[in-house]
């Protein structure tokens, strides 16, 4: 695990130390959160005797370019449910996850909203054949653990006060509380706009793993920049800026709110001098290749992609 201490001036102003945990450096091509959510699902997986793993996404999923190279690592066939209609040529996530070996079927929103009813799965699996589901982003109880050992990590490197995280499903998040066990706190930013609801996933899923909701955490919701993957030039300068001056690219989804969020929270004085803050850069950075294709033409300014 690689930590890196970040010299922000508010930071320093506050008396706050701030790190940025490089989990998104753990797996070459299974990057940060995404490995650790799938990690337990696979070994379920494949105890359970399926070869073929089936989930959900957006056209610029990351959690479907994560199965797709995951399937194709551990020799497990995928399939991959998009939400909406086909187009061509396919869009970067989709054409990398194809090239991984995952099979791509759509789904009309109407029946995407419905997935997880019964008769919709078993409609769905009776058209694919046998398959180990996993569920949009990868969050269910088996995700949680992987996070979790995040957190142990973490306390055998560093000490630390306060554990940040972007959320999207709520998983990454309701992982690390398990991890942390009502000690420390933890801070989550959600991607989504009117991610409140995020909560009550949150506290569903730690009940589920451990039998208990924790309260030791907040859930920040006004750093959404727009919305879910919608395009904010003030975030887009402040990652822009980030880069610049730690040498690290955030992600505009999920790792850039995390930060411009942090920042602000650390700017406001809710950090008392002294803490220490460790903010998880979970990935995510394949999504750069699909927002520069929708959003292209409203910046001067996009990342260079390896």
Known sequence: ???QELQEPVATQRGVRLLLIRDDLTHPELPGNKWRKLKYNLMAAEEQGYDTLLTFGGAFSNHIAAVAAAGRLRGLRTIGLIRG???RPLNPTLAQAAADGMH????????YRRKHEPAVLAALLAQTGPAYVLPEGGTNALALPGCAELVTE???RTDFDVI???CGTGGTLA???TGLAGQRRAVGVAALKNGGFLRAEIDALTRQTTGRAYDNYE????????????FSAELLDFIRGFEARHGVLLDPVYTGKLLWGLLDQIAQGRFAPGTTVAAVHSGGLQ???GFRQRFGSRSAWWPALG
């Open 1 to 3: 695990m690689l930590i």
């Open 85 to 87: 209609e086909e187009t």
């Open 104 to 111: 791509l079927r759509y789904l009309d929103r109407e029946t």
């Open 154 to 156: 973490l306390a055998a």
């Open 164 to 166: 940040g995280v972007a």
């Open 175 to 177: 992982g690390l509380l």
């Open 219 to 230: 859930l920040l919701t006004e750093y959404h920049g727009g919305g879910y993957a919608h």
């Open 287 to 289: 999504g750069w290749q």
